[in-house]
């Protein structure tokens, strides 16, 4: 069976949000690390129910679903950065993750696009 890195990627990623927002502990934060865990882990979500899709239509909706969810992550991430919630290091590391699940989307995106031509 192929190897697909943009799935495997994604669930890593999945993984590293579920424990991050495991580790914050400010109650007033749970707001913030409870969206940060929705989008995060929709990403490989999508991609996964990508793999499934009906059509090479809906196969690019999954995904550009997925890449919004990338960018709604990056989003809580730095949120909580710089409200102090979530270290530096935490920070750039998930974001460079989400950062380069993001391009892989986009070029997926415009791949499967090309290809329904």
Known sequence: MAENVLLDLSYEFAVAIV???DKIDTPKSSYMSNQLARAGTS???????????????????????????????????KLLYDTGRISQQT???????????????????????????
């Open 91 to 117: 920070y750039t590391q998930a974001e460079a993750m989400c950062g380069k699940i993001r391009r892989l989307l986009i070029a997926s995106c415009r791949t499967a696009k090309e290809n329904a031509k």
């Open 43 to 77: 990403v490989g979500a999508n991609i996964h129910e990508a793999q499934y899709a009906q059509s090479r239509k809906d196969f690019v909706s999954k995904l550009e679903i997925a890449l919004k969810e990338t960018s709604e992550t990056s989003y809580w991430l």
């Open 19 to 21: 424990s991050l927002t």
